[in-house]
C-alpha cells in the first residue's frame, strides 16, 4: 500500500504545487498584506486597517445588505430547489424534459440574460404590464429598494437547476421497495417523509444548502450585471466595496474586508456542520 502510494506522488505534485502557489501562498501573503500600512517601506500597522474598515460606512452598508441578501436568497434557493426536485420525482419519467431544461440557465450567455432581465423589468415592460392587469401600478423595478426582487429571481433562476440535480440524484437513490413496504405497513406519507426520505437524503440536503449559501455571498454578479459598479444603496453589496478599492488600488482595504468576511463564513459554516451533525445524530 505504501508503495502504490509512492508512486501516485509523482502525479498529484504538479496539482500540489500549483495549489501552494495560487492559492495557499497567496492567502497568507494577503494576511500579512492587510496589516500593513501600503506605503513604501509597507510599515506593520497591526490591526490598525482593520479597525479602520469596519468603522467605514460602506464597509457596514455592504455587509449589512450582503447579509440581508444571504438571508433571503439561501433559504429560498433551497426550499424551491426541493420542492421542484420532489415534484419531478414524482412525475418521473414523464418530467424527464423538465429535468433537462433546469440547467439551461448554465447554458446561457450572462449578456443575454441581463437584456431579457432588463427587458422584462422595465417601466414599460412585461412584469409592469402583468401588474397593470391585476390593478396594480407601474413600478419602477430598476430603482431602489425594488430592485432587489429582479436581482433575487435572477438569482434564483439562475442557480436553481444545480441543486434540483443533487436533490434528484438523492431522491432517485432511495429504493421504492422502502415506500412499497411503509405503505403496505400504514405508514402515512407525513411518517414516510420524516423516517425514510429525510434521514436518507441529509447528507445532500446539508450539501445543497452549502452550496446554496455559498452562491448567495457570490450575488455581486447579479448585482454588477443589474445595478453596475455603483448601484443604489438597498444592493450595495460588500463585494462592491472590494470592487471599488480595488479599483482605486486600495489593496489594504480590499484584502482586509474580504479576510473581515472570510471570518464571518467561517464561523457560519462552522455553525452549519454542527447543526448537521447534531440532526444526523437525532435521525438516526
Do not use: H
Request: hydrophobic share 50%.
Amino acid at each position: 500500500m505504501y508503495t502504490k502510494k509512492r508512486l501516485v506522488l509523482p502525479f498529484l505534485l504538479p496539482g500540489l504545487i500549483g495549489i501552494l502557489l495560487f492559492y495557499v501562498v497567496p492567502f497568507f501573503g494577503g494576511i500579512w498584506y492587510s496589516m500593513t500600512d501600503g506605503s513604501f517601506e509597507n510599515a506593520f500597522v497591526g490591526f490598525q486597517n482593520y479597525s479602520n474598515v469596519w468603522q467605514n460606512p460602506m464597509f457596514q452598508l455592504g455587509l449589512k445588505n450582503t447579509m440581508e441578501l444571504s438571508l433571503i436568497c439561501a433559504p429560498g434557493l433551497f426550499l424551491l430547489s426541493f420542492a421542484l426536485s420532489v415534484l419531478l420525482n414524482r412525475i418521473r419519467p414523464a418530467g424527464t424534459f423538465f429535468r433537462s431544461s433546469v440547467l439551461l440557465p448554465y447554458l446561457m450567455p450572462s449578456s443575454a440574460v441581463l437584456i431579457i432581465w432588463l427587458l422584462w423589468f422595465d417601466f414599460g415592460g412585461p412584469v409592469n404590464r402583468l401588474v397593470t392587469l391585476f390593478g396594480g401600478g407601474r413600478v419602477l423595478w430598476l430603482q431602489g429598494m425594488e430592485l432587489r426582487y429582479p436581482v433575487i429571481l435572477l438569482f434564483l433562476w439562475k442557480n436553481l437547476g444545480f441543486c434540483v440535480v443533487i436533490f434528484l440524484a438523492a431522491l432517485q437513490a432511495i429504493p421504492d421497495a422502502l415506500y412499497e413496504y411503509a405503505t403496505l405497513e400504514g405508514a402515512s406519507f407525513t411518517r414516510q417523509a420524516f423516517s425514510i426520505t429525510l434521514p436518507l437524503i441529509v447528507p445532500s440536503a446539508f450539501l445543497v444548502f452549502i452550496l446554496c449559501w455559498v452562491n448567495a455571498f457570490r450575488i455581486f454578479k447579479e448585482v454588477y450585471f443589474i445595478g453596475g459598479a455603483y448601484p443604489d444603496e438597498p444592493l450595495y453589496t460588500l463585494q462592491n466595496y472590494m470592487n471599488n478599492m480595488y479599483g482605486k488600488l486600495n489593496y489594504q482595504n480590499v484584502t482586509t474586508a474580504a479576510y473581515s468576511f472570510a471570518l464571518i463564513v467561517f464561523a457560519l459554516f462552522g455553525v452549519l456542520f454542527y447543526l448537521q451533525n447534531r440532526a444526523q445524530q437525532g435521525l438516526s
